[in-house]
């Protein structure tokens, strides 16, 4: 089955800063890769995905990018705001039949004033 | 609408004890799934239920019981309460995993310690 492995398990950027968060999947079926923003105390809640005939996707300060073929994808945030302090969980799955996401372990994002 | 809710926010059992998380969804999704979150291994499934009346095992199904009661409920069942068992309870819906999004909502999340 998948298997997804999520890097790293913590991050501390300065305000302003960038922030990169990347995962590797194993299955070369999958494709269809969201990312998921978990605040403190707080469900996880989806912020952006991707699906594997695109490389690239933006929206506003953050984007996700694929590379197919090294079978790893990556979130990128910018000009970091405290608010994007959180736990990020990435997740991959095949859409052909009734597949399950699989998400990575999480990685938490803290953004230091 | 309210989303997904979920009962109860916090419970504490002793170990050997019985009890049912309740899940219910009004956004008339036909999916529904059971994750727990334990620290430093982000959301693993339970079970799921990808449509009203049937319901499939996930990564980690032992020690639980599930039954998609209607197309809104699925509660899951902790038949003998373990302390491997504390963790946090995620229930999600989503319209159905078959197309090329399947964007799951969760609920809040219950707290569950066993002692």
């Known amino acids: 089955g998948e298997n997804v492995e999520q890097h790293p398990s913590t991050l501390s950027v300065q305000e302003g800063d960038s922030a990169v968060i990347k995962c590797t999947y194993s299955d070369s079926a999958s494709n269809y890769f969201p990312w998921y923003k978990q605040e403190l105390g707080k469900r996880p809640q989806l912020i952006i995905d991707?699906?594997?005939?695109?490389g690239e996707k933006k929206d506003q300060r953050i984007a996700v990018t694929l590379n197919k073929t090294a079978k790893h994808f990556s979130l990128h945030i910018t000009e970091t705001q405290p608010e994007d302090s959180a736990v990020y969980f990435c997740?991959?799955?095949?859409?052909?039949?009734?597949?399950?996401?699989?998400f990575g372990q999480g990685t938490r994002l803290t953004i230091n004033p | 609408n309210a989303g997904v809710t979920q009962t109860p926010k916090f419970q504490v059992l002793k170990t050997g004890q019985s009890m049912t998380l309740q899940c219910a969804q009004d956004m008339n999704h036909n999916s529904m799934y059971w994750y727990r979150q334990d620290p430093g291994m982000g959301l693993r499934l339970i079970y799921y239920?990808?449509?009203?009346?049937?319901?499939d095992k996930g990564e980690v199904p032992n020690g639980y019981n599930v039954s998609r009661l209607n197309k809104r409920e699925f509660s899951l069942r902790l038949e003998s309460a373990a302390p491997s068992q504390t963790s946090v309870y995620f229930c999600?819906?989503?319209?159905?995993?078959?197309?090329?999004?399947?964007?799951?909502?969760f609920g809040p999340g219950t707290r569950l310690t066993v002692l």
């Open positions: 997740a991959a799955k095949n859409i052909q039949g009734a597949q399950k996401l699989v």
């Open positions: 239920s990808a449509s009203e009346g049937t319901t």
């Open positions: 991707i699906r594997s005939n695109v």
């Open positions: 999600a819906s989503s319209i159905t995993p078959y197309t090329s999004t399947d964007t799951q909502y």
